[in-house]
């Protein structure tokens, strides 16, 4: 998806949505060396950069990193295809897919991306899935907006971490209102740029997320779910 100005949304109420995905996702990182598949315009690369980590991103589309290099110049970005990955083996203590599962699972060979995965792993790594909570809301909401996207479902994700041998120690749906708000890159965003009231937007849908994760009904009201996996 080509977007005009990457940028320009990130310093809208987008930006905060996006920066709470990042913070999820740093919370699970265990170890320095750090693979970020499907980088995209680089947000994650970046803020785990600025949070302490080594951080590597690539991305299959050459305009995109382009894109991601100027807008964080202080971190790595590189083209690269996830079928064959330009490193050694063994390189990485975590791998992170964000919003990138569902392209790889539906569009690539994934047998070769897993095998990539598995071949520039340490022994004992992390593997993370952050991805779209396929579910009624989600299916409804693209219908209506005409939005077609490849799919990876939660249930999916846990069964191909089991494939690649690692153990899932954590999972979590997240995202209530907060994405389809902000309209994330492309989308119309309903949220003016008030830095007290994206604080507010984020901060009662964390508290309602804990409440509905309590309750068990995640899975169908979120956007979004984060499936953590250790190999020993």
Request: charged share 25%.
């Amino acid at each position: 998806m080509h977007i005009e100005n990457a940028s320009k949304r990130l310093q809208k109420f987008w930006g905060k949505v996006d920066a709470k995905h990042v913070s999820l996702i740093c919370k699970q990182i265990d170890g320095k060396e750090v693979l970020d598949m499907g980088s995209g315009y680089g947000t994650t690369t970046a803020g785990l950069t600025r949070a302490g980590f080594k951080c590597t991103g690539i991305d299959f589309d050459n305009e995109t990193v382009e894109q991601a290099k100027k807008m964080f110049p202080e971190c790595t970005f590189l083209p690269a295809n996830a079928e064959a990955l330009p490193f050694a083996d063994k390189t990485f203590d975590v791998v992170i897919l964000r919003d990138a599962l569902h392209h790889f699972f539906q569009e690539a060979d994934f047998e070769k991306v897993k095998h990539e995965i598995l071949r520039v792993s340490k022994d004992k790594s992390t593997l993370i899935f952050f991805d779209p909570n396929v579910n009624f809301l989600l299916k409804v909401m693209r219908k209506l907006s005409s939005h077609k996207d490849a799919e990876c479902n939660y249930e999916s994700a846990v069964q191909i971490m089991k494939e690649l041998n690692y153990q899932v120690t954590y999972t979590s749906f997240n995202t209530l209102y907060s994405l389809p708000l902000s309209g994330g890159y492309v989308g119309l965003n309903f949220v003016p740029n008030i830095k007290l009231l994206h604080s507010i937007v984020i901060g009662s849908e964390n508290f309602f997320e804990r409440l509905v994760n309590a309750i068990g009904l995640g899975r169908y009201l979120s956007w979004r779910y984060l499936v953590v996996g250790k190999r020993s």
